[in-house]
């Protein structure tokens, strides 16, 4: 292995940001490294501060002070290696070899304890894509019972890895490696637990920026929650079908209002054009559509978090069979204030604008609308 040099750097663990607090305190990493080279240089940045200096590195070894922050994180980043630490206040050993790592000496450190923790969340994983290839190799079993009990491991993985974070949060609820966690899992919880969750955090945890983008996400769903009102958004979208569109494209101006509270039952779908799972719940919409469409019922797509331009979601939803009514480039206004995580999401609308259901997927779907809809008749 080749190093011409080290760039050590603030970065996302679990894609978490980070601010130091600059207390005066300092964590020590001790670096060593082992492949014969003898001289190489660090670049060291730190988020939250004005840190950036180049530290030499003699004989294979370099060493040097940043701030302790137990709510920050960095990265050791060699070539395509990322080595994850926390400045926690201990001495922290770095070691650039073949299997590279970072420890503290003190056995009961955080930086350990993240380590432990991405451990067993990798095992978790690999543990899975073991089985996925087991079953995909097993000529015993047809499409049907590999998809069977490929669900019941992916099930199982869910609730491994939610317990895994639950615990880990449990015992880390004022520091980065709880941040971790809890973002690893929130999407996994109902509001309630959540809540609960989030009412237990230090005042620290809560002001860490992640942490916050969660919280926002929680009242945002306490506000859109079953049997409360819809909360309207505008949006620019873009109208037309025609190839040009994507170099000239023509905007209207579009609310949700235009859609819901008009006195029809309406099914929101927030979508988009590169999530697989959104794909797969649209021959279920269509169906739903073809149903009850008519004077109570009616359908609306909402593109979300569109990654390429705005033709690639128009020639998707034509490729899909989406012939009713259409919202795209809505971005992550609608995301945000419904405190969606995910997508496909999916709402159903009483006739005044109530929400009824959200997070409805797969046969739910029919079963939903059915139950309202089948009152009319």
């Not at 590195?57 to 060699?78: C, H, Q, W, Y």
């Not at 945002?220 to 873009?238: C, L, N, P, R, S």
């Not at 929101?268 to 999530?275: A, L, R």
Request: hydrophobic share 40%.
């Amino acid at each position: 292995m080749k190093i011409n040099s080290l760039l050590l750097f603030g970065a996302a663990l679990v894609a978490l940001g980070s601010c130091a607090t600059g207390n005066g305190e300092k964590t020590l990493l001790k670096g060593q490294v082992k492949e014969g080279i003898d001289s190489v240089t660090v670049q060291v940045r730190y988020p939250g501060t004005e840190l950036d200096t180049v530290v030499a590195v003699a004989g294979g070894n370099f060493s040097l002070e940043i701030p302790t922050d137990r709510m920050s994180n960095g990265v050791v980043k060699v070539e395509h290696t990322y080595l994850p630490f926390i400045p926690d206040g201990s001495e922290l050993e770095v070691v650039i070899a073949d299997s590279s790592y970072i420890c503290s000496k003190d056995e009961k450190s955080l930086q350990n304890a993240i380590v432990a923790y991405d451990q067993k969340m990798q095992q978790l994983y690999n543990d899975f894509m073991n089985l996925r290839r087991e079953l995909s190799a097993d000529t015993a079993l047809n499409d049907e019972e590999k998809n069977e009990k490929l669900n019941e491991a992916y099930e199982e993985l869910t609730e491994d890895k939610k317990a895994l974070c639950l615990e880990t949060l449990k015992d880390n609820p004022d520091n980065f490696l709880g941040a971790s966690a809890l973002s690893n899992v929130y999407y996994e919880l109902d509001m309630d637990e959540l809540q609960t969750l989030v009412n237990g955090l230090s005042e620290e945890m809560k002001a860490q920026e992640t942490i916050k983008s969660i919280i926002a996400s929680l009242e945002a769903k306490q506000a859109t929650a079953e049997g409360k009102m819809f909360v309207d958004f505008e949006v620019q979208t873009v109208i037309g079908h025609d190839r040009s569109m994507a170099a000239n494209p023509v905007y209207s101006t579009v609310k949700l209002s235009d859609y819901v509270g008009k006195g029809k039952y309406v099914l929101v779908d927030f979508w988009s054009p590169w999530c697989g799972p959104c794909k797969r719940e649209m021959p279920n919409i269509k169906a739903i559509y073809d149903k009850w469409h008519g004077e109570h019922f009616d359908v609306l797509s909402v593109a979300v978090w569109e990654r390429e331009d705005v033709r690639v979601t128009m020639e998707t939803a034509d490729k899909l069979g989406v012939t009713w009514n259409q919202i795209n480039n809505a971005k992550s206004i609608p995301t945000e204030l419904y405190g969606i995580d995910g997508i496909p999401h999916i709402i159903l609308f009483g006739p005044d604008g109530t929400i009824l259901k959200r997070g409805l997927h797969g046969t739910e779907l029919a079963e939903t609308v059915d139950e309202y809809l089948s009152k009319l008749n």
